[in-house]
């Protein structure tokens, strides 16, 4: 069994590819929360759901996010009526958040509701919450004005549209944002150990944010993989690279070795960044060089190939 | 200004025909919450909705309640998921309950997402939810294998289709189930108060549950005028008949009127029951006789002139 750390489309990409290249091994994909938002008393978890539409071929292949042949038509008359529409919520997205809600609602926790709904989408990984509590993604920007702020992800990705400059990122954990018991014992018994190549300070950061998490995560070091969600400074999907930049790493692969330095022996770096290998050796970790960039499913196995072969190579 | 004690199909007709009946007077409806549910994470209010989506001309006329050209996208969608779909929601709906739940999600009160959906409507009536609190009908109906238990409202009527035997009825009302000061200075100040044709037991009765409102109106016996909503010992819709003749009721207009002698100093009885009316004037209510079946607009008007000149020769 092998366990992904995952945020939201790098990684959902990441286990379609491995659903294939590790074929007869149990994937098990532990999602990052700290972006759910509660919004008209819906319960929406959108890394979930990237993962959900994507490893059941649902996905809108245009955005990597949201639902293919989605339709707006909650969403339009909620904006005849004057509602709050800068997160656009589509008909049949909506059914995924009316369907969480209520079974949240009866008591049943995130993980329960989670694998019920893996298992409606048909998903062959299982797929897990990292916590069943409440972690939150808090972003301090500086607004126009000159003033700082903090917003939740959702406002500074969504509403935003993460132009503001961002001054800091920090997580909220309620008391009961304990890492669930599937997730230890994943993160326990799992032969390796992937970080998918997600935003780290956005999506990866906020799951090693739970103290228990780091904790089992940096002792099983030589067993981690990451996988850089940056290549040649940029970030292949979303605002990595500014985010990094903004918080003063280096927006490069490097910055995101140095982020994951204590937590992962072995770095994948794109073929484009050949030259920053020697610095991230001295980090104390292995690097492997691949094509990172997935456009495809056969880009996609590619990937997840390279991965298996490394973690076997061990 | 008159103030029309509602409940859902019945009073948005009468409504309807207050609007042009008592042109360049103030009407305020007075709406029941009991029947109010939280589903999906989403605040429903369906006495309001129906309302709001009559007095707009936006009903589904065939039905009553729900919005012409409707569309199930969400529910159709869930479905697949296996979730509850027992109680419809159409996409247009939706937006209302995702509105009002956002709303509330943001510390409104009902009373205040009520004006601004009512404002968005387009209605020319106040409309005022009786309480902010949390006030809930419950039904105690006898199942098949002849146990008794307690459901919501929509539960027995939308779930179980009205169909199963009522053995009580009664109310709960949480702690914070005061009237609002909008609700008492609305009956204090009123010419004259309305009891709509609404099911009296499910949707009156709830209101005359709030201590105060029971009070304030029975003070105001003079200036009360009810107006039956059975015709013939049946139920122009719904199952006021059944249920007031399980409660031991008789379901008749008589029945009626004994159930709002206290409150109500006149009742306005259908012609189709004329017999009744020296037994209900026996009951110390004055007996005004009219067509009460409301098909269109016109009969809408018609009834509701007919409850204006009642009022003014009193």
Partial sequence: MIAVLCGGVGAAKFLDGALRAFDGEEVVGIANVADDEVMHGLHISPDIDTILYTLSGQVNGETG??????????????????????????????ATHLYRSARLGQGANLTAVTAELAA???????????????LRTIVTIRDDTGDTRDVSFQEYFVKMRHQPRVEAVSYRAGREAAPTPEVLEALHSARAIVIAPSNPVLSI?????????????????????????????????????????SLGFESSALGVARFYADYAGTFILDDRDAELAGQITALGMKVRRTDTVMHDISTKTALADFVRATIEEA
Avoid: H
């Fill in 65 to 94: 996010w949201g639902l293919a042949g989605e339709s707006w038509r909650v969403m339009e008359r909620l904006e005849s009526l004057g509602g709050q529409t800068w997160f656009r919520l589509g008909d049949l997205d909506l």
């Fill in 120 to 134: 409606k989408y048909g998903l062959r990984i299982r797929l897990l919450p990292v916590t069943n509590g409440e």
């Fill in 205 to 245: 950061a906020p799951i090693l944010a739970i103290g228990e998490i780091a904790e089992t995560v940096s002792k099983r070091r030589d067993d981690v993989v990451a996988v850089t969600p940056i290549v040649q400074g940029r970030a292949i999907k979303g605002p990595a690279d500014r985010v990094l930049d």
